[in-house]
């Protein structure tokens, strides 16, 4: 005689909720019906779950119960929901309800981030459960109350306090800082510092203070380590930090570089790790963009007079642009970072400022960039239309297809100078200097060699390579 088949109905009962129960007959096979069976799952939240206080490879997610005469239960599978959006996460649990702690730990950090707070989930639970033989699939529902293994975080930046400032040690001086400016650190957790190196050629020791809680060394945010041991600043080795526990944390510290003239400190916040790296800045970086053809003609150089990681070029921009360290490949080159920022993150161009010729500045210590516009360039001195106390000249114009400043002008004497936007100042351009190598900030003159009518092209790219060429009409 074949058996019946009886597919079972589902009750859930939840918590704080009543539990209906269901069932759902098939058409009998025989004249002859075999007893009813109930089949009743209960499904309730478990403890709530620390990840930190973890010891053991599984956790119970859920607490299920079957009740069936003649049932098991092979398996649970659990989708796991974010604390925001739709996004969702599955799982496979054993017929206790318990989880593998990696496999849920990784799903939770995904789905509701690192931030080491309690958070609720909503768990939708499917069981296989089988009744003589017959597969018949349960679903229920309930919540689960995890917190992250993860320390607690600034929620408005750090800073460096240590050997490297000056004067050194100084608890209230935030100038060597890194500012979340709004974004969560739990989602973008490492940052990174760039500080000088001690002006007495030792290793860096330092801690990192909290921003929120400036001067103060005692605040649990501080970072520091269990025991000063100086890693190597070759921004691979990593040293393990520790909360400064009442101010009793040993410094942080690397190993002197005796080339280097700044750190790259990187901190990872979550896993609270940092490596140094020490930096020797080129004296030349580049500039590329729609204004080089993106590569057909030769890249823009910046300039670092005291190879301090400050970069100064002037350059004609007509589109998007990025900077770069070498002259002839992109390996290594800085994009948008934000506004005035960059970063080597495989990003988007620099914008497109208004089409002009511009005093570019780049800080490589800070990782951020400026644009000046300059609208004139001016020739004082000893020039016919010029003020006598070398106020103002002629101005020149600039020649796009010859990338050069060009006038014709009357000399009436030996010495010259050229200035952007009729100013003395160095960021809008201050020229002097020899004929062949025109500097930005030099107080020397420059001494043409030549008077009456003459015509001036002025070449400015960036100090080492700027120069003038004036011919007699």
Known sequence: ??????????????????????EDWLSPQSSQQE?????TLTVTPAQPIKFAEITTDSVQLFVPKITASD?????????????EGNATKTLQATE??????????????????????????????????TVNGINIKNVGNTTATLTANAPVLSATGYYIVGNCQNPTWQNDDT???????????????T??????????????????????????????????????????????????????????????????????????????????????????????????????SWGDKPACPLYST????????????????????????????????????????????NPAPETGFYAVNVDLTTMTYSLKKIDFIDIVGNVKGGASDWSSGPHMTYNVAEQCWEADVNLTGSQIKFRGN??????????????????????????PGITGDVHVKLYVSCNTKSRVVITKK
């Open 175 to 189: 100038s060597l800082k890194y500012e979340f400016n709004g974004t969560d650190p739990y989602s973008n957790s």
């Open 422 to 447: 009729g100013n003395w100042s160095d960021d809008d351009g201050n020229w002097g200097g020899e004929v062949n190598n025109i500097l930005n900030g030099s107080s020397e003159n420059v001494h």
């Open 96 to 129: 206790n309800g318990m989880v593998s702690k990696t496999e849920l730990e990784k799903a939770y950090y995904t789905l509701a981030g690192y931030r080491p707070i309690a958070r609720t989930i909503n768990l939708d639970i499917t069981a296989l459960t």
């Open 1 to 22: 005689m074949k058996k019946n088949i009886l597919a079972i109905g589902l009750a859930l009962a939840m918590t704080g909720c009543g539990s209906d129960t269901y």
């Open 306 to 349: 005291a190879s301090d990681g400050k970069y100064q070029g002037f350059m004609y921009l007509n589109g998007e642009f990025k900077f770069m360290p070498n002259a002839n490949n992109w390996d290594g080159d800085w994009e948008n970072d934000g506004d005035g920022k960059i970063a080597d993150n495989g990003g988007a161009n």
């Open 35 to 39: 007893a009813a069976k109930t089949i």
């Open 191 to 292: 940052i990174v510092f760039r500080v000088p190196a001690p002006t007495d050629g030792s290793g860096l020791a330092f801690k990192i203070f909290d921003l929120a809680a400036t001067g103060n060394k005692n605040a649990p945010t501080v970072l520091s380590c269990k025991e000063e041991k100086a890693i190597a600043a070759n921004g691979t080795e990593k040293g393990q930090l520790v909360d400064n526990t009442n101010g009793q944390g040993k410094n942080i510290t690397a190993q002197a570089e005796s080339s280097a003239k700044f750190y790259e400190i990187t901190v990872d916040l979550l896993a609270q790790t940092y490596t140094v790296k020490a930096l020797n800045f080129s004296a030349f970086i580049y500039e590329r963009g729609t204004n080089t």
């Open 71 to 83: 049932a098991n239960v092979s398996n649970y599978t659990v989708v796991l929901h974010a604390v």
